[in-house]
Every structure is written in C-alpha cells, then in structure tokens.
C-alpha cells in the first residue's frame, strides 16, 4: 500500500503560482511512476503532467505544458508540481497518482494505483 498526501493548494490571482507537493508514504517511492490530475467542477478529471520512478521523462498536457513542471526527490518520497502563470481555467482539485514501475500509459490514469485526497487550486481573474 501507498499512501499519498498533497499540500499547496490554495487561492491565488491569475498570473501567479503555486507548488503542490504530494507525500507518500508506504511502500520504495523510488518505483513508483507519479502522476499529477486535475477535476474542475462538473467536469471529467485530466491529466495535468507526470514523471517516471527514474526521474528522467516527464509528460505534460496541451493545457499546462510550458507553466507547469513535474519533479519528484526520491529521498523525500515526494513529487512536486510548480504551477506558474496560473489561469482561472487552471481552477480544480488536483490528484496526485502513484502507478507501477514499468507505465505505459500515464494519461489516460488507468494504470494508476493509488490516489491522494486532493488539494483545492483556485485561481481568481
């Protein structure tokens, strides 16, 4: 079992940022591929960006590629998301995602294992 918990969400104005982090606990962090998703209200949940367990490759969506960067320290079992020039479409509770070592699929959320609870972004215009 994984256990993950994400911080950093919070109210900020269009244009700034903000870093969330997702904790894990349980089981080696290090083989562990990590995903960041995102619902907004009445809508579906998107992916928003991930990173392999080697910390080498990282994907990002459409939408958030170019202000969004994924990284993650092996040592403090935790993987982060920078979010910068946020945008009020940018509003959602945000996932973090733990799924096997080997991912082929780290969009669609299929693979994924385990699930956080969710942190609040909200980004005002």
């Known amino acids: 079992q994984v256990q993950l918990v994400e911080s950093g969400g919070g109210l900020v104005q269009a244009g700034g940022s903000l870093r969330l982090s997702c904790a894990a606990s349980g089981r080696t962090f290090s083989r562990y591929g990590m995903g960041w998703f995102r619902q907004a209200p009445g809508k579906e949940r998107e992916f928003a960006a991930a990173i392999a367990w080697s910390d080498v490759s990282t994907y990002y969506s459409d939408s958030v590629k170019g202000r969004f960067t994924i990284s993650r320290d092996n040592a403090k079992s935790t993987v982060y998301l920078q979010m910068n020039s946020l945008k009020p479409e940018d509003t959602a509770v945000y996932y973090c995602?733990?799924?096997?070592?080997?991912?082929?699929?780290?969009?669609?959320?299929?693979?994924?294992?385990?699930w956080g609870q969710g942190t609040q972004v909200t980004v005002s215009s």
């Open positions: 995602a733990a799924g096997p070592l080997f991912m082929r699929d780290y969009v669609s959320g299929s693979e994924y294992e385990y």
